[in-house]
């Protein structure tokens, strides 16, 4: 609800929340004949509790599918924050229009990247009978910005006017207290020399036939016995061979482990509201990121599991 005084005008605030649903949300609007009155109405009537800060509105109906989550959910509601700098820099609320879901570690994703934690709409309905709450600052409406929204230049929606992949990209390492990978903003020579050797996954992915496993496993040993024969040489002759030395791995993501301590000998007290280790373990989605920094070439097949791609560094 948006409360105003008689007289005032407003844009139009019907917004698209949901990529993937043709429906606008509008708000309701109460009007008051005088700004004392609606003063009043808040301070006495209403009393509500004040939801402090930037509140990113945030919905999607696939939880479970992190390919889904991160690029047809939550990148397009960030794209619409990244319009109101320098919010988008800042941490911020979600409050998360998602089913209930007690195995979901999305919702862990969601928690961190945010910074303040996500709101679970499906409470907020709840707790709202009777209640009333304020949002201090309400973003919403990521409208088409969605990774299956396909742009005429095959980028994410926003991703290079508002460079909102990099800003994405960066923000998801950060907020899981990883470096993010160097920029490169020329060309994907810098930061690299003729003579090394470039790292390349093949990721696994579920529709990959049994002839097609054979084919990448027979690419990869390939590739990696040219690259043993030649990486001894000396720089000047690495330099003057015709393809670059590439050590190939294949990996399945959910293979990916923790290099870090996962626990603490102190434990949470009566009153910790969440675990006093919860920033300085590792989650099975920060060694994904750790990983993904490390690739120069990513192989993979279609869907999902190549929506990763935002994260591999420039070039």
């Not at 000998?265 to 920094?293: C, G, H, N, V």
Request: aromatic share 10%; hydrophobic share 35%; with cysteine.
């Amino acid at each position: 609800m948006v409360v105003i005084t008689k007289g005032t005008i407003l844009p139009e605030l019907g917004v698209r929340v949901f990529s993937f649903g043709e429906t606008t949300v509008t708000p309701s609007i109460r009007q008051f004949d005088s700004y004392s009155e609606l003063e009043k109405f808040i301070r006495d009537s209403a009393d509500p509790i004040v939801i402090p800060g930037v509140t990113l509105s945030f919905g999607f109906g696939w939880l479970g599918n992190i390919g889904h989550t991160l690029f047809d959910g939550l990148y397009p509601a960030y794209v619409a924050l990244i319009r109101f700098p320098p919010r988008h820099l800042q941490p911020f609320r979600l409050l998360a229009s998602i089913d209930e879901c007690a195995t979901c570690r999305d919702e862990d994703i969601l928690n961190r990247f945010s910074g303040l934690g996500i709101m679970k709409h499906y409470v907020l309905n709840d707790m709202s009978n009777g209640s009333w709450f304020v949002f201090d600052e309400f973003v919403m409406g990521g409208g088409m910005m969605c990774q299956r929204c396909t742009q005429p230049n095959l980028q994410l929606p926003g991703g290079v006017e508002l460079d909102g992949s990099r800003l994405f990209r960066d923000r998801m390492y950060l907020q899981h207290g990883i470096i993010p990978p160097a920029r490169r903003y020329k060309s994907s020579t810098e930061g690299r020399n003729r003579h090394d050797v470039l790292v390349a996954y093949v990721i696994d992915n579920k529709r990959y036939t049994e002839n097609d496993r054979k084919e990448i496993n027979a690419a990869i040993e390939e590739i990696n016995n040219y690259t043993i024969a030649h990486h001894n040489r000396s720089i000047a002759d690495i330099n003057k061979l015709d393809w670059p030395l590439v050590k190939v791995s294949y990996i399945d993501y959910g293979s990916a482990e923790s290099r870090k301590r996962k626990s603490s000998r102190f434990t949470a007290t009566p009153i910790d509201t969440r675990s006093p280790t919860y920033e300085l373990i590792e989650t099975y989605f920060t060694a994904q990121l750790r990983l993904l920094r490390t690739m120069d070439i990513q192989i993979t097949g279609p869907g999902t599991g190549s929506m990763y791609q935002s994260f591999v560094p420039d070039g």
